[in-house]
């Protein structure tokens, strides 16, 4: 069983930035495409980015250009990096692989707030 535990989140202003971070338990990166999520309240979860083991790379819409996903295999680490955060992006943000096959972390928080 795969456990992924992800950090970095917190309250930002909008227009800041913030880096994500997930790591693994075991050697999942090198072998599945992996994705960032959010779950905004009263919003089911959405897929915001992934990124292939090629290293090819896709985001929905509402993020593309703003929102960077990036990944070490020696390091078993998916990260994301958000710029220009906007209050529409607070949720709490989870990895896990695309499609899921794995048990939920417990996520990060983002409030994205003045």
């Known amino acids: 069983q795969v456990q992924f535990v992800e950090s970095g989140g917190g309250l930002i202003q909008p227009g800041g930035s913030l880096r994500l971070s997930c790591a693994a338990s075991?050697?999942?990166?090198?072998?599945?495409?992996m994705g960032w999520y959010r779950q905004a309240p009263g919003k089911q979860r959405e897929l915001v980015a992934r990124?292939?083991?090629?290293?090819?790379?896709n985001y929905v819409d509402s993020v593309k250009g703003r929102f960077t996903i990036s990944g070490d295999n020696a390091k078993n680490t998916v990260s994301l990096e958000m710029n220009n955060l906007k209050p529409e992006d607070t949720a709490v943000y989870y990895c896990?692989?695309?499609?899921?096959?794995?048990?939920w972390g417990r996520g990060t928080q983002v409030t994205v707030s003045s």
């Open positions: 896990n692989t695309d499609p899921v096959l794995w048990v």
């Open positions: 990124i292939t083991r090629g290293g090819s790379t």
């Open positions: 075991g050697n999942v990166f090198k072998f599945y495409t």
